[in-house]
């Protein structure tokens, strides 16, 4: 008898203590029904002690570990799922585009670099930069991705092309369409790299007789002026402008010297106009660009090169 009021007692004592488990963060995560069943119940006890001004009752709430560990859980929950969701539409999405890919290689499958970039232009939907809408469609990211790599292509194989021949055959290409992503912008781009590699390490002097090519009339407005030349140009320049003004014996050299040039066309018998070009020349190009930006950095005014500077 003795022995049956104690396994009794025991296995009550155990129920008791099974009642009174709190439940924690991982019970939450593991139950999410009773997570968000426990969170209804801890809004209406805050609700009607802030209703009722009880202070300690919505205190009592705020320091409920259930209360805490259901909520955590929830959020934990929620980042959960809407990463694996995200995960799930990444991989579709992917599928998608590989799908797309396929079609699309095989459509363009035997055409020249230039005849596929033709057939991307005529894809309407995916012209232009990629809106929001053209990111979410398969087709439109898998068209740009071949496209880049038809644009990679015609790059490579344009660039082995001299100067000149590169220069006629952009003009050629761009004689009838001239849109943004047409066979005519992958030939300026390649003009353009073309001409920055041939200038990669020039000295400014190089660089400088090298304007008449790069910046022709015709080509003047162009990507291979604005940026390939003038990149270089500037590069270079800053190297002799910062050398004027650490350097006081080169800056007064070069300064006196760029003075006894433009003294010396002034003292010459010519027509307005072609004195006026000689000027513009000698004052615009190296070192008296540079020397003339020295004068200004070193704080001594705007430079006209009437006279020298006295050492």
């Keep these: 008898m003795k022995a049956l009021k104690a396994v009794v007692f025991v296995l009550t004592t155990t129920l008791v203590l099974v009642g009174c488990d709190k439940k924690n963060e991982e019970y939450f995560l593991n139950n999410i029904d009773a997570a968000n069943k426990k969170m209804e119940q801890c809004n209406k006890a805050f609700n009607k002690a802030f209703m009722a001004n009880d202070e300690k009752g919505i205190k009592k709430v705020e320091e409920d570990t259930e209360c805490r560990a259901a909520e955590t859980a929830i959020k934990k929950d929620k980042k959960l799922k809407y990463e694996l969701e995200k995960k799930r539409k990444e991989e579709e999405k992917k599928q998608a585009i590989e799908s797309e890919m396929s079609t699309i290689n095989k459509q363009l499958m035997g055409l020249s670099w230039n005849d596929s970039v033709n057939e991307y232009l005529k894809v309407e939907e995916c012209q232009n930069r990629l809106t929001f809408t053209q990111r979410e469609n398969p087709k439109c990211e898998a068209w740009k ?29 761009c004689k009838l369409d001239k849109r943004t992503n047409s066979n005519c912008s992958i030939a300026q781009k390649a003009l353009e790299e073309k001409a920055a590699d041939e200038l990669t390490n020039a000295d400014i002097q190089t660089i400088e007789a090298k304007k008449s090519l790069y910046c022709a009339d015709d080509i003047a407005q162009l990507s291979v002026c604005r940026s390939s030349w003038e990149k270089a140009w500037e590069n270079e320049s800053n190297k002799f402008v910062k050398l004027y003004i650490e350097n006081n014996a080169e800056f007064i050299n070069t300064y006196n010297s760029c003075v006894n040039k433009l003294q010396e066309i002034k003292s010459q018998e010519l ?8 000027e513009l020349s000698i004052k615009d190009g190296y070192p008296c660009s540079q020397v003339k930006e020295a004068y200004l950095k070193r704080g001594m005014g705007y430079s006209r090169f009437d006279k020298k500077i006295e050492e």
């Design 271 to 278: 027509d307005w106009q072609e004195k006026n070009k000689l």
């Design 145 to 173: 991705t071949i496209y880049n790599e038809k644009v990679d292509e015609g790059i490579k194989e344009l660039k082995q092309l001299s100067f000149d021949e590169l220069k006629l055959k952009m003009q050629s290409l």
